[in-house]
């Protein structure tokens, strides 16, 4: 295969594929560490669809430019976004968990490389792919309701990776866990040193490359069946309802201009006040 590459949008997603089928899709804010906002949205949608289209795809390697793999949402455009009518929320809260169920359902491999922090949404792209490497200094929260928001759109897939009984630990708590944590509990299949985060991907890309594609494709839709892992219509739409009226709340406001004030949020009170 012919190597191709190219940008979406405005660059907030890069993508390439080698000659191999192995195609790269890079997450491209890194001042704002990866924080997803609308325009990484669409363009993850974008490279989706563009790579459904490319002949021979073998396997997908998410990852992030920077220091950071993904920060969750930037809470400045879902500041922004809460102020707007029922109508957009509802449209944003599709695109988002449309981008989690889409990765999950490809029919092909996806490994994820994990470096610094990733937080929020970043949990729910990590339980959608197939296999997760992260360095060993990488550090991971399910952080939404830090910021009176919920994550709805993530929570099915972040269950059938670390299961009910973390996800009701982290995802009330929103404690950070390092990479040793996040592999014990499910989130993280492989922990390496950063300067070896490259090369343990590829050794799991090759052995990937190097099964029967048809036979890998129908391993991984036929276990998903198996698991009940498909979300139907109607289940994604409620929960994309769920997500779309707290980002409305006036806890969800209060929550995201708290983390842009720099301040606590009004309902914490320190022990001792």
């Avoid at 195609?23 to 704002?32: I, K, M, W, Y």
């Avoid at 991907?201 to 839709?221: F, H, R, W, Y």
């Amino acid at each position: 295969m012919e190597k191709k590459s190219g940008s979406t949008g405005n660059g907030t997603v890069l993508w390439e594929v080698d000659h191999r089928g192995v195609a790269t899709v890079t997450l491209n804010r890194p001042d704002v560490n990866n924080a997803y906002n609308g325009d990484m949205l669409y363009g993850l949608h974008e490279a989706m669809d563009l790579l459904g289209a490319q002949q021979g795809l073998r396997v997908v390697v998410l990852r992030g430019n920077g220091k950071h793999f993904q920060a969750g949402a930037d809470l400045s455009w879902i500041n922004a976004q809460g102020k707007l009518g029922p109508d957009a929320n509802l449209e944003a809260s599709r695109v988002t968990g449309g981008v989690v169920k889409r990765l999950n359902e490809l029919p092909i491999p996806t490994v994820a490389m994990v470096q610094g922090g990733c937080f929020g949404g970043g949990t729910g792209v990590l339980a959608a792919c197939d296999i997760v490497v992260a360095a060993d200094s990488a550090f991971f929260a399910i952080t939404e309701a830090r910021w009176g928001l919920m994550a709805s759109v993530i929570f099915p897939h972040l269950v059938q990776a670390i299961g009910v009984r973390n996800v009701r630990r982290y995802a009330l708590t929103c404690e950070r866990m390092d990479a040793a944590t996040a592999q014990r509990i499910g989130l993280v299949h492989e922990v390496c040193p950063l300067d070896k985060l490259a090369e343990v991907t590829e050794k799991i890309v090759d052995t990937l490359i190097m099964n029967g594609p048809n036979a890998v494709s129908t391993t991984k839709q036929l276990t998903m069946k198996v698991a009940e892992s498909y979300l139907d219509d109607e289940e994604f739409m409620f929960l994309v309802r769920k997500h779309a009226q707290t980002r409305q709340s006036e806890e969800a406001a209060e929550g995201t201009r708290s983390f842009l004030e720099k301040r606590h949020p009004s309902w914490y009170v320190p022990k001792g006040e």
